[in-house]
């Protein structure tokens, strides 16, 4: 006899198909953030920017979120107005973002700017390019962040007591294959037209698609509130300023947030910077170094799930998170031995740091669920994103100073388009360590979390699937 299903989040193909709407969605929005890290010694030859450039114009992406406290703001939004018009609103934002980008990359932004507040010099002597595509990246960065948050309160909406682990997992490691994308076709699509901006260009005709699928999943959802109302079940409470102050008195909360920052503040500015250091260090190709750093997500892609997998069933959240953030040390630490610059040992590093890539996000996600009501739960992850834009914002800033004050060690002669050009050769054995610290201070927060679940018996030793 064929089991009845008394919800539509019960049907189990309902759900999958909800995941595969909006983790396509997802895919579409990850292109942009990294679509010109394979691309940087071109930028800064067309553009005439320097590594400081480079990293102002990549930290851009969390200036509106931090200091606008944006994230925040699309916390509210989200718990107060939902997610089917939370992404909409945050898919128009990164357009527009996304657009600035472009018309600021494909050179139509000339001259230079400087910023002094009293005798304070703010921002020195800097190409006019890279603030506005700075401006624009930051623009995309409120819609994109605001967009990540709606759709993981999706995903929990529909996984909740099911596979949430694993659907995290997927959702978050088919958003990686953007990232793969953007670390394999910018380079073959700028030898293909010349053009800086092709990338950029190509993001926002992917916006556009995750648009129409994710206008589909809006459909799919309102039903599920329709079923839902009619059954006389209770919708969650709306956003309350007193939220803010719940959250923020949860310790185990913190300790995520900060966990959160520290990692990906080794992961992501990386991913920026390591097409030029394996160039640099590896001696290959702008085309084919591109592709090594593209292991990374796809290993996400073939892992994440994986491990949220095992979260569900076995449980053993915080300790993945611990054993995910000791194989970020050990790689970034190995990345800065000089000696070590044989090829196959740059694919191997970054293979690992894929591991851990998909170990921390499939149990970090899912512990903020159980720590956090689902009522509050858009502005709780809002809240560890605008912590994690810190990061994102401060870091590219720093690794690109650092290689510029400490890190020069001469320069090459390389022919592009037919031009010869003089390029600065940089050794990132200091910025390696920089990242490597990074993770040691994650693992002693993830240490610390573990110690919290133990005293507050959140569950995140637990499994996810009640059966």
């Not at 948050?149 to 294959?177: D, H, Y």
């Amino acid at each position: 006899m064929a089991e009845k299903i008394s919800s539509l989040r019960e049907s189990k193909s309902a759900r999958w198909v909800v995941l595969i709407l909006v983790s396509f969605t997802m895919m579409c929005m990850y292109y942009l953030p990294d679509a010109m890290a394979p691309l940087q010694q071109n930028l800064q030859s067309k553009l005439h920017w320097s590594a400081t450039d480079y990293g102002l114009f990549t930290s851009g992406y969390g200036w509106f979120n931090v200091f606008l406290l944006m994230m925040v703001f699309s916390g509210m939004i989200l718990d107060k107005l939902g997610t089917r018009f939370t992404g909409v609103l945050a898919i128009g934002i990164m357009l527009a973002g996304a657009g600035i980008k472009y018309w600021a990359i494909a050179g139509h932004v000339d001259g230079t700017y400087e910023l002094t507040i009293g005798s304070w010099q703010v921002l020195g002597l800097t190409p006019k390019s890279a603030v506005v595509a700075g401006l624009g990246f930051a623009l995309f960065g409120v819609g994109s962040e605001m967009f990540g948050i709606a759709a993981n309160k999706a995903v929990v909406r529909w996984f909740r007591g099911k596979e949430m682990a694993l659907a995290i997992g997927l959702n978050t490691s088919t958003g990686r294959i953007g990232t793969a994308l953007a670390m394999f076709t910018p380079q073959p699509l700028y030898n293909l037209t010349k053009d800086v901006s092709a990338p950029v260009l190509l993001s926002i005709v992917l916006l556009c698609l995750g648009l129409l699928v994710y206008l589909f999943f809006n459909v799919i959802d309102k039903r599920l509130d329709k079923e839902e109302s009619d059954a006389g079940i209770a919708s969650d409470e709306e956003f309350k300023f007193s939220d803010i102050a719940d959250i923020a008195r949860n310790r185990a909360f913190w300790y995520i947030s900060i966990l959160c920052v520290l990692f990906y503040s080794a992961v992501f500015p990386f991913i920026k910077f390591a097409t030029n250091l394996i160039v640099q260090k590896f001696s290959v190709t702008d085309t084919f170094a591109g592709y090594i750093p593209a292991l990374l997500p796809f290993s996400a892609l073939l892992l994440t799930p994986l491990f949220g997998g095992i979260s569900d069933k076995k449980g053993k959240g915080a300790s993945i998170m611990i054993l995910g953030s000791i194989l970020l040390v050990c790689v970034h630490l190995l990345f800065a031995i000089p000696s070590l610059n044989s090829f196959p040992i740059a694919i191997g590093l970054v293979v690992v740091l894929g591991i851990a890539f998909s170990l921390v996000p499939s149990a970090m996600w899912p512990a903020i669920a159980k720590i956090i009501p689902e009522s509050k739960l858009g502005t709780a992850y809002a809240m560890t994103f605008w912590v994690q834009n810190w990061g994102l914002m401060l870091v590219p800033l720093l690794i690109g100073w650092v290689l510029d004050k400490y890190c020069i060690i001469g320069t090459i002669t390389r022919v592009i388009d037919g031009k010869q050009e003089q390029l600065t050769q940089y050794n990132y054995t200091i910025p390696m360590l920089i990242f490597a610290c990074f993770g040691v201070l994650a693992i002693g927060f993830a240490y610390l979390l573990k110690a919290e679940d133990k005293k507050k018996g959140y569950g995140l030793e637990q499994p996810n699937v009640i059966e």
